[in-house]
């Protein structure tokens, strides 16, 4: 072979060589271009497993707040005869008649403050545990009050007298005005002790109140 179809031999290799190379080049690139979009699309589906999302609150549901309702403040009044007299008087049960009869027929004619304590005196007998511990009990047990007949109260003209006994029940069981005589057990007349041993707590109008 000639020097100068060596040459050419050298040359066209040399083309093929470059040519070889040339069409490879791209098919190694595509492969990086691919590898690098695979490892993205990776660390993006990694970013969006369930422990990478970022959990969204759901939206709050707006409650309108409820207040609680303040219970209604016990009415003051500056008298007993105001307090006696804001009360319904329209029902009545049977606690409240035997409060009332008792009221009526032992002290119908004495001052406010003497009716309340005559109440007084029961209701406080019914949670003394040494009487009834029921109010028409207490009113109708034999040998303490001299109006009941047979264990039963009379029938009551149910005029103004009796609507002011009803009122003043009504205030007594509500404790809605201070008596004098609160802790009192026993009442009586000026000219008659009870039969028991007792103290003396209150005098009002024509009842002396012991305890």
């Known amino acids: 072979m000639t020097i100068l179809q060596r040459a050419a031999t050298i040359a066209v290799m040399t083309f093929s060589l470059a040519g070889l190379l040339g069409n490879s080049a791209p098919g190694q ?5 691919r590898s690098t979009t695979n490892l993205t699309a990776l660390a993006n589906l990694n970013a969006l497993s369930p422990q ?11 409650v309108a ?18 307090a006696v007299a804001a009360q319904d008087i329209a029902a009545a049960d049977d606690a409240l008649q035997c409060l009332a009869g008792a ?27 040494r009487f009834p511990a029921d109010v028409c009990a207490v009113v109708k047990q034999r ?3 001299s109006f009941v007949r047979g264990g039963q109260i009379p029938n009551i003209n149910a005029g103004t007298a009796y609507r002011t006994a009803i009122a003043v029940a009504k205030v007594a069981l509500a404790d809605a005005w201070n008596s004098p005589a609160d802790k009192a057990l026993y009442f009586n007349t000026p000219d008659r002790r009870p039969s028991v041993r007792a103290i003396k707590v209150a005098s009002i109008g024509n009842h002396i109140f012991y305890r």
């Open 65 to 82: 707040a409820v207040e609680p309702i303040a219970p209604a403040e016990e009415e003051e009044f500056d008298t007993l005869a105001q």
């Open 52 to 62: 990478n999302v970022p959990q969204i609150a759901p939206a709050a549901t707006t």
């Open 29 to 33: 690139a595509t492969g990086i271009d």
């Open 143 to 145: 040998g303490q009050f």
């Open 103 to 129: 009221i009526y027929f032992e002290s119908k004619g004495e001052p406010l403050t003497g009716q309340l304590a005559v109440a007084e005196v029961i209701i406080n007998r019914a949670k003394s545990g």
